[in-house]
């Protein structure tokens, strides 16, 4: 007689349907980086749109989420591959660019996000030609991304928004 082990949480690559989930997931990180505005939920459309089209991508673009037998996605890890112009040692270009690592709160302290950015990096490593990765990270998942291997840039990254005049998308 063979026992089935209870359905836990685990990690799969996300698929299109988990759009919605995703965009969700990345209002939570920005929201606990003051980025986003409780009161403007516009966005979350355009962003599941988007993850929707990205994830066609499957060469070029991955997402890893935690299913949760309760709540669902609980955690995210996404990745991208960015062409730039070929140099010494990377004459691809290739570079992999990590981001909307996050999880549900109450779901927080149990490794999810480890675990996502793990199946993302296997991904970057086996599946892409990317030499070289790079994220943006906030103080919370300092200790995590150094764990992983990441560490600060020879030449500091800088940002520069550029003004433009407010366009309506339609929403």
Known sequence: MSTVPPAGPRVRRAEVTDAAALARMRELMLREMDKADVEDTAWLAVA???????????????????????????????????????????LTGLRGHVSNISTDPRRRGRGHARACLNALLAWFRDETGAHMLDLNATEHGMGLYLSAGFAAPRYPALQLWVERPVLDHGI
């Open 48 to 90: 599941e749109e988007w993850y929707a089209r990205r994830l066609l991508d499957r060469r070029g673009f991955a997402a890893f989420v935690m299913d949760d037998p309760e709540l669902g996605v609980v955690s995210s890890a996404v990745g991208a591959c960015v062409e730039r112009a070929p140099e010494p040692g990377n």
